[in-house]
T-cell receptor, first 116, second 113 residues
Framework: AQKVTQAQTEISVVEKEDVTLDCVYE???????LFWYKQPPSGELVFLIR??????QNEISGRYSWNFQKSTSSFNFTITASQVVDSAVYFC?????????????FGTGTRLLVSP | EAQVTQNPRYLITVTGKKLTVTCSQN?????MSWYRQDPGLGLRQIYY???????DKGDVPEGYKVSRKEKRNFPLILESPSPNQTSLYFC????????????FGEGSRLTVL
């Protein structure tokens, strides 16, 4: 079975602080994809990143960076110099070859509150 | 504008009264899926569809039906809604099901009394 755990239910930071959102996953598949989605207060879900299981290179996009470590089954997300606009619920998700990549399993989400 | 459109956005109904939540995408995507979002549970997949006339169950399909008669539309049907189906529902589409980026609708908040 596939599972995604986001142990941090809610994180509060002050603007300009760095923050890391943790994501730990479980899968028996050798080929899988990991995702991060953002849900701002307006409610829509926005795709942030996709990473496949064969690519462990870290990725940086502006203030966002992702650290993928297969050895610890983690795909953590770091926001550098956080801003109020980063306040949202962030979901980590997993899709594996066992289901033909048709099923996307989400974690329970981490609510990030960035105060001025 | 590329989008996934859900209707209604908000609905209050009563137990047992059949309802349909429509979902339409204008991106010619093959893959479509329905999720429900509940506090503390994240998003859970209800049904998905790889293409026209091809649908399959997700993790929480009980009490729901879907159909995919046209590529652009993927309605979610609650034949006899119950209070435990009170939730926020999202429709999503992807160019292919192969771990593609999902485009989500704005969500439909359903309350069953």
């Amino acid at each position: 079975a596939q599972k995604v755990t986001q142990a941090q239910t809610e994180i509060s930071v002050v603007e300009k602080e760095d923050v890391t959102l943790d994501c730990v996953y479980e899968t028996r598949d050798t080929t899988y994809y990991l995702f991060w989605y953002k849900q701002p207060p307006s409610g829509e879900l926005v795709f942030l990143i996709r990473r496949n299981s064969f690519d462990e290179q870290n990725e940086i996009s502006g203030r966002y960076s992702w650290n993928f470590q297969k050895s610890t089954s983690s795909f953590n997300f770091t926001i550098t110099a956080s801003q109020v606009v980063d306040s949202a619920v962030y979901f980590c998700a997993l899709s594996g070859s066992n289901t033909g990549f048709q099923k996307l399993v989400f974690g329970t989400g981490t609510r990030l509150l960035v105060s001025p | 504008e590329a989008q996934v459109t859900q209707n209604p956005r908000y609905l209050i109904t009563v137990t047992g009264k059949k309802l349909t939540v429509t979902c339409s995408q204008n991106m010619n995507h093959e893959y479509m899926s329905w999720y429900r979002q509940d506090p503390g549970l994240g998003l859970r997949q209800i049904y998905y569809s790889m293409n026209v006339e091809v649908t399959d169950k997700g993790d929480v399909p009980e009490g729901y039906k879907v159909s995919r008669k046209e590529k652009r539309n993927f309605p979610l049907i609650l034949e006899s809604p119950s209070p435990n189906q009170t939730s926020l529902y999202f429709c999503a589409s992807s160019l292919t099901g192969w771990a593609g980026e999902l485009f989500f609708g704005e969500g439909s908040r359903l309350t069953v009394l």
